[in-house]
């Protein structure tokens, strides 16, 4: 591939850029000039999320997508969970096309249905209306903290206790409700979506069923699904999370890289390293 690269990262609700794992690193190695956005209201604490509006995530990546686009003779879009339906706000917003570069979503919630999700997740629309319940109300990450990796896991879960600021522990239901605007905008806006597209899954994701993948594949034109058998929500990090880079790398015109071997733990499952 000929002429500048460059790649513009958004990270998911709650997180940071180290939502995407070993990515950006990965892409660097490639040729690819990384860029990673810190979303309104994360990388501080989760109170900051309480007044934050949808808007001011996709202004902020639009303002920077319009600063980085002339630099580059190719600058693709990337993002994680909440941030693949900012990345699909983004690629309708801009008009995103082949000519620009591609666009890449991982791990997409269009449906909020995984295998972990409670019953009365779907009363949280009632919650949105009773004045400052959502404001006050927290949506606790748990186990399996999105990772089907026991170690990995285990490594994270050491991580929230600590304190680490990697990803808030918790986050505001009046946050959720923006997720949710960000959901029904990229269902209303995805048959505008110009650029290739790629969306990674994983058939077990406990957030969000591979509905979501399938939705995006039939209302996108140039799509393309790559389904992972061996991960849950946090592709990035998890134990299919080779198969994420090399699909990606593969994607956007790069040879595949070659990971080394992985020593493997109990039941078979091999714990990402750097």
Not at 155 to 162: G, M
Not at 183 to 195: D, H, L, P, V
Not at 204 to 221: C, F, H, P, V
Request: net charge neutral; with cysteine.
């Amino acid at each position: 591939m000929s002429g500048r690269v460059g790649a513009l990262l958004i990270h998911g609700l709650g997180g940071t850029q180290y939502d995407l794992g070993s990515l950006n690193k990965i892409l660097k190695k490639a040729g690819v000039e990384t860029h990673a956005i810190t979303l309104a209201g994360h990388g501080t604490t989760p109170e900051d999320l309480v007044s934050v509006r949808a808007e001011q995530w996709i202004d902020a990546v639009v303002a920077q997508y319009r600063e980085l686009q002339p630099q580059y003779d190719q600058l693709h879009i990337m993002g994680m969970c909440m941030g693949a339906l900012v990345a699909l706000a983004l690629a309708e917003r801009v008009q995103h096309s082949a000519a620009q570069g591609k666009l890449v979503t991982l791990a997409p919630p269009i449906y909020i249905d995984g295998w972990s999700t409670p019953w009365y997740a779907m009363l949280r629309s009632l919650f949105y209306l009773i004045p400052g319940v959502a404001a006050r109300m927290k949506v606790e990450e748990g186990e399996p903290y999105g990772i089907k990796n026991t170690l990995v896991r285990a490594v994270v879960k050491a991580k929230f206790e600590r304190g680490d600021n990697f990803h808030y522990r918790w986050v505001p239901l009046s946050c959720v409700r923006q997720v949710d605007r960000l959901r029904a905008w990229a269902m209303g806006g995805a048959r505008n979506i110009k650029a290739p597209t790629l969306v990674v899954h994983a058939r077990e994701d406990e957030l969000t069923s591979l509905r979501s993948a399938d939705y995006l594949k039939g209302q996108i034109a140039d799509a393309r699904v790559v389904v992972l058998e061996n991960s849950y929500h946090m592709i990035c990090v998890d134990n299919d999370r080779d198969q994420v880079a090399n699909s990606i790398l593969e994607f956007f015109g790069f040879p595949p890289q070659e990971f080394r071997p992985r020593r493997r733990e109990r039941g078979g499952e091999a714990p990402p390293q750097d």
